[in-house]
């Protein structure tokens, strides 16, 4: 079985630009989500999806990051613009119900 | 702050001894669940236990739940240097949302 795929894998970007990242989650799970991990800490919800519909964005700064899922499949996060402290490992997670969550290996963000 | 908070925040053991990780929480949970992130990677579900299960047992995991003190521990017996990664708890209080705890960073020397 496939896992979570991400890209890119890393990113580096100077303050105010935008930048997007992508996911596939594995085939099946309707359940996606999107964290931050900041370096030292736990990831943190940003943004979970159920089939193409948002179930939870309480934790997403709307106001910079956006996401979508559509068909309910891959999805994308876009962050624009950037600032310093959106430095961080953006992780990709699918499940296929309400217990176990795959993540992907992320995506680490360095804004200069 | 974060639901979860693991204790120590760094541990350092030789091969073959046993790692003991707690972790303590704020609120009820539905389910409490411990995961594996090594460096540089995405993190891998290691074992999940129940509100009203006191201990469970995968492979040479051994976690246990005491809700009236709000915390959990992971022991990990007989340790190897590939255990080396970071272990972060996990609660829930019966929706999909987790939150995750600050990690505790295990190192073991060969």
């Known amino acids: 079985e496939a896992g979570v795929a991400q890209s890119p894998r890393y990113k580096i970007i100077e303050k105010r630009q935008s930048v997007a990242f992508w996911c596939n989650p594995i085939?099946?799970?309707?359940?996606l989500y999107w964290y931050q991990q900041i370096l030292g800490q736990g990831p943190k919800l940003l943004i979970q999806?159920?089939?193409?519909?948002?179930?939870?964005d309480s934790q997403l700064p709307k106001d910079r990051f956006s996401a979508e899922r559509l068909k309910g499949v891959d999805s994308t996060l876009k962050i624009q613009p950037a600032k310093l402290e959106d430095s961080a490992v953006y992780l990709c997670?699918?499940?296929?119900?309400?217990?176990?969550?795959?993540f992907g290996p992320g995506t680490r963000l360095t804004v200069t | 702050s974060q639901q979860g908070e693991e204790d120590p925040q760094a541990l350092s053991i030789q091969e073959g001894e046993n790692a003991t990780m707690n972790c303590s929480y704020k609120?009820?949970?539905?389910?409490l669940q411990w995961y594996r992130q090594n460096s540089g990677r995405g993190l891998v579900h290691l074992i999940l236990?129940?509100?009203?299960?006191r201990e469970k047992h995968s492979g040479r995991l051994r976690v246990t739940l005491d809700t009236s003190k709000k915390s959990s521990s992971l022991l990990i017996t007989a340790s190897r240097a590939a255990d080396t990664a970071s272990y972060f708890c996990?609660?829930?209080?019966?929706?999909?949302?987790?939150?995750f705890g600050e990690g505790t960073q295990l190192t073991v020397n060969p």
């Open positions: 997670a699918s499940s296929p119900n309400i217990y176990e969550q795959y």
């Open positions: 085939s099946g799970h309707a359940t």
């Open positions: 999806f159920q089939n193409n519909g948002v179930v939870d």
């Open positions: 609120t009820s949970i539905n389910n």
């Open positions: 236990i129940r509100s009203n299960e």
């Open positions: 996990a609660t829930d209080d019966g929706g999909s949302r987790l939150t």
